[in-house]
């Protein structure tokens, strides 16, 4: 219940922010990962849990629809708009996931995962991993990430993402 006060807090705090694009506040960090409520000025949120090395990142994104994606990000990449990639992802040793029409935009891969069974089992993946591998559509290797602490910040997004979804616009009295 801590955790929902304080999420329920760091959402009114971000709410009546100043005005800027996008304002975040850290609820849960453990070993290299951080999970965070972002607010942007249009008033919608969602919750992030990233694990960052200089310069790149990795980033499971929750929405109030429910909607889940991936985010790769990395000072080196640099791509238009409207471009996409048929990439793979492996963790550890395990069978390679496919990412069939991931979006390329600006320093990022964005992707978001299907609302199904897969979808879970990718983030169960994720949670139980060690390292995760950003391959191109030949396998070739073009990132990886440490997953040490993927559990616990991943438990804490699944209750961020509870507490947000739970979140309605609007008249509260109606």
Not at 97 to 122: H, K, R
Not at 143 to 149: A, D, F, R, T, V
Not at 151 to 159: E, F, M, P, Q
Request: proline fraction near 3%; include cysteine; charged fraction near 15%.
């Amino acid at each position: 219940m801590k955790f929902c006060t304080g999420l329920a807090a760091a959402l009114i705090a971000i709410s009546a922010g100043v005005a800027s694009a996008q304002q975040s506040e850290v609820l849960f960090s453990h070993k290299h990962w951080e999970v965070s409520v972002v607010g942007w000025d249009d008033g919608s949120v969602g919750c992030v849990a990233e694990v960052k090395a200089p310069g790149e990142s990795f980033s499971i994104w929750t929405f109030p629809d429910g909607t889940v994606q991936l985010q790769f990000y990395s000072t080196a990449w640099e791509f238009g708009e409207g471009q996409t990639a048929d990439l793979g992802v492996q963790i550890d040793r395990r069978a390679p996931w496919s990412l069939t029409g991931a979006e390329l935009y600006q320093n990022s891969v964005l992707f978001y995962l299907p609302d199904s069974q897969a979808g879970i089992n990718f983030i169960t993946e994720v949670a139980r991993g060690n390292r995760l591998y950003l391959r191109d559509d030949s396998g070739s290797d073009v990132q990886n990430y440490s997953l040490s602490g993927s559990s616990a910040s991943i438990g804490a997004l699944v209750d961020c993402g509870n507490v947000i979804t739970k979140r309605t616009p609007g008249n509260p009295f109606k």
